[in-house]
């Protein structure tokens, strides 16, 4: 193998760089239309009246939807549930009836000439509510929260072992809301074709799913909407379910029966899902020399009135740490806001932050370090299924990460490293993340020039789709990697489910590699059409593509080119398709895992923290492509940081309006913020897992960062903050 294992450069980045690369909201077509959403300033009530007569007389306003005049949209909960919906619930309708569910909903939809006139069209459309008292605060709603019908089985007695542990550690931690701020806003093109069908280039992180949401809200036949969705500048799991502006694009398009555009605002992002804002307990009890006896993690997370989004927060104790009693609750507390969704390692972002600072303190009350509790306490089983994994090679993320940070000269004293005025503090966390695969399809066209085109529906959200696809496409054909050209994002290409769970990379290659076989089947039975053969009699799994050529695995002397081939069979091009489905796992389970340490120094006098260095060893099995891969690792880690020290999303709750809808307020990590940050993939062969042994690396470079780095500013300033973000004011508690 030639790519796969080796740095590759992205191979959509010229596109990207040079403005090439087209986004939902860039297609331009003639007569293009365009729409501005006017949301609602209230948190829950009614509409009494809507006036859209100032916005009427605007010259250029085409048309205003809003729920009186809005097209027939069908009434049950399932016509409009996507793929990755809530189990439980009835999923958001824009412009459906007169009630408000939450601040910044939707209220009208402008349609004009131009973007200008839109928006100022949508600043005079005039809004009367009858408000009815909203909750937004989950702290003040916490006595409502409701068990999540999930089922977490207990083991042994958790409280009485808890009781009479040795050492005890208990404590509640919180993580505030927090939303996805991708660079790319939600945007919809929506384009009447002259048979009627629509062509809808959207911002999403799966395009069939948005194509069947589409045709079932609206009654459409499969061939009559197509969803395309080629780049996209960021999802994180914003784009797993369709956005509410694509069903208002289409509405625009159907009435008009022209093309419409409609781009959110950067504050209308903040009135669709996010991190749901979680209040995590944790009760550790342990033996003297650091051995668990009892883990209870019981968490309550927000979701919406009007649906159950919930993500697993507790279970990942189970994973890592030996315990013969453990207990586990999730809750949900259902507020005046939208549906909490996926946002990067959803659940274990939160719960193994809680979980892994809570670790810390018991490292702390044992006087044991934390890295040698974590090993002490190490699980070679997920206790909660009693199985092995497929493979874990978390000690070696301890040993070596340990090792690259320099962890053996940690003074373990609180406050007792310093750099000048700064005090100076380590820390240390585990990471881990499901390894996931699904069943997706993939189309190869083999043409004799020594050229293949390679197509799946799937997208690629940023994390290096084409790029892996090229390169396992190249190594299954034997071409170099600038002979594949790669298709997605295209409802239209071979069946894949949506962009997320970090479970594409492996999904999809296994796809291609599955179909490769076919069309190496079919060259070979081309090539042995000829008389006297070099392959005759070889069976397909007797050869190899391999430099543009069909060899014979033993006899490389046994070989004839691509073209050849072709020629003799009468051909000049193979095409096949094929759906893949992974053989089950079974007697394992499948997790990736990580050990990432954090140094920090922090302004004695005025509080400042700056995360001055972060080593990320992971352990996600073979690494297909280090350079993409290691660049997933690096966003999450630089996402932890502003997870750790900056991230929240900001409510007034008087008013259930959030008050940094803005990147302004909003605070992420910006390029002053990061500095030094090693990532470190550990070798982990895995024979059971996939035929490549391999597992994504989407989500786990984010998991664990933000508790390391809160451990590290307690080890620095001996303040142990367990509310996020850690803002220079806590430190002075
Ligand atoms: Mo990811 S949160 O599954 O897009």
Redesign the pocket.
């Known amino acids: 193998m030639n790519y796969i294992g080796t740095p590759t450069s992205r191979v959509d980045g010229h596109a990207k760089v040079t403005g090439q690369a087209k986004y939902a909201g860039d297609v331009n077509v003639p007569g293009l239309v365009f729409g501005a959403v006017v949301a609602s300033t209230i948190a829950k009530g009614r509409i009494k009246k809507i006036d859209v007569g100032a916005a009427h007389n605007v010259k250029g306003v085409l048309d205003i939807l809003t729920h009186e005049n809005r097209p027939a949209l069908p009434g049950n909960d399932k016509a409009w549930k996507d793929d990755v919906a809530p189990e439980e619930g009835s999923p958001f309708r824009p412009l459906y009836d007169d009630k408000i569910l939450f601040n910044e909903q939707p209220v009208a939809f402008v349609l004009a000439e131009d973007w200008e006139i839109a928006r100022y069209a949508a600043s005079l459309v005039r809004i009367e509510y009858a408000a009815e008292k909203h909750a937004t605060d989950l702290l003040a709603a916490r006595d409502k929260a409701f068990i999540v019908k999930k089922p977490e089985k207990p083991r042994g007695d958790a409280a009485k072992a808890f009781a009479g542990a040795d050492v005890r550690h208990e404590a509640e931690y919180f993580i505030p809301t927090e939303h996805h701020n991708p660079m790319e806003l939600f945007a919809s093109t929506v384009i009447p074709e002259k048979d009627g069908k629509l062509t809808v280039y959207d911002k999403t992180?799966g395009v069939q799913n948005v194509q069947r949401y589409l045709c079932s809200v609206f009654g459409k036949k499969p061939d009559e909407i197509r969803v395309m969705s080629q780049f996209m500048g960021g999802?994180?799991?914003s784009?797993?379910r369709p956005q509410y502006q694509v069903a208002l694009a289409v509405m625009g398009a159907l009435a008009l029966k022209r093309p419409v555009r409609l781009v959110l605002t950067r504050q209308q992002m903040y009135g669709l899902g996010f991190r749901p804002a979680s209040l995590e307990r944790l009760q550790l009890g342990a033996k003297r020399d650091g051995a668990l006896d009892a883990i209870t993690h019981e968490a309550i997370a927000v979701t919406s009135t009007f649906e159950q989004f919930s993500r697993n927060d507790i279970g990942w104790g189970d994973l890592l740490y030996k315990s013969p009693n453990a207990k586990f609750a999730h809750k949900l507390v259902g507020l005046d806001v939208p549906t909490s969704s996926?946002?990067?390692?959803?659940g274990a972002a939160t719960g193994v932050y809680a979980l892994e600072s809570a670790m810390d303190e018991l490292a702390v009350a044992l006087k044991i370090d934390p890295v040698e509790l974590r090993l002490r306490c190490y699980s070679d089983k997920d206790q909660n299924e009693n199985l092995p994994y497929t493979s874990k090679n978390l000690r070696g993320c301890y040993e070596q990460g340990a090792k690259a940070f320099g962890w053996e000269k940690r003074n373990p004293e609180p406050r007792s490293m310093r750099d000048g005025s700064e005090l100076v503090g380590s820390g240390m966390a585990t990471g881990v993340w499901e390894a996931l695969q699904m069943p997706a399809a993939a189309r190869i066209v083999l043409g004799a020039n020594g050229h293949a085109e390679v197509s799946c529906a799937t997208s690629d959200?940023g994390t290096g789709t084409y790029t892996i696809m090229a390169q396992v496409a190249a190594d299954a054909l034997g071409l170099p990697v600038e002979n594949i050209s790669i298709k997605l994002g295209d409802s239209t290409l071979p069946n894949c489910p949506v962009?997320?769970?970090?479970w594409i990379a492996a999904s999809v290659s296994h796809a291609i590699i599955a179909v490769a076989e076919e069309v190496r089947a079919e060259l070979l039975g081309s090539a042995q059409k000829a008389k006297s053969s070099p392959l005759a009699g070889a069976k397909p799994g007797d050869v190899q593509l391999s430099n543009g050529r069909l060899v014979d695995k033993k006899d490389a002397g046994r070989a004839i080119s691509i073209a050849d081939a072709m020629r003799e069979g009468g051909i000049d091009r193979i095409e096949k398709t094929k759906a893949h489905k992974f053989d089950d796992v079974k007697g394992y389970v499948h997790n990736t895992h990580s050990a990432v340490f954090a140094e920090v120094k922090v302004d004695e006098e005025l509080g400042i923290i700056r995360v001055t260095r972060v080593v990320n060893a992971v352990a996600a099995g073979r690494i297909l492509n280090p350079k993409t891969a290691g660049s997933q690792i690096m966003g999450g880690v630089v996402w932890g940081v502003g997870m750790a020290l900056h991230e929240e999303t900001a409510y007034d709750h008087k008013f259930g309006r959030i008050m940094n809808a803005n990147i302004a307020e909003y605070h992420v990590p910006v390029n002053a913020d990061i500095h030094d940050i090693k990532v470190i993939f550990v070798e982990e062969p895995d024979e059971h897992i996939n035929r490549l042994g391999m597992k994504g690396v989407?989500?786990i470079g984010i998991v664990g960062v933000a508790a390391a780095i809160a451990n590290a500013v307690y080890h620095a300033t001996g303040v142990r903050v367990r509310d996020l973000p850690i803002t220079l004011d806590k430190l002075r508690r």
């Open positions: 992180q999802g994180f799991g784009g797993l996926d946002m990067r390692a959803p959200i962009e997320g769970g970090s989407g989500e």
